[in-house]
């Protein structure tokens, strides 16, 4: 029987996850290098950065809603920039 890979959807946080969070003063957690995770996962360093942009596009998006009340002009500065990629 062939050993069973993760699914993607576990790949992906495992690669989140590994990556670290923000720093912050309450941070525990060790900020690893894409090479690093890559290497733990068994991924290409390509598939780590891909992983990265899809979670970073996700957060900006959540981001603009509470952006917009702040500042509409910096909001829709963001989102052209946002939409550009």
Do not use: Y
């Amino acid at each position: 029987m062939k050993p069973q890979h993760p699914s993607k959807t576990r790949r992906v946080r495992n690669i989140l996850r590994l990556e670290g969070e923000p720093r912050g003063l309450n941070s525990h957690r060790v900020l690893r290098s894409v090479g690093e995770v890559a290497a733990m996962l068994g991924v290409s360093r390509q598939a780590v950065h891909q992983v990265e942009r899809a979670a970073l596009h996700k957060l900006r998006i959540k981001l603009l809603p509470h952006l917009r009340e702040i500042s509409p002009e910096i909001a829709a500065d963001f989102e052209r920039r946002l939409h550009a990629h």
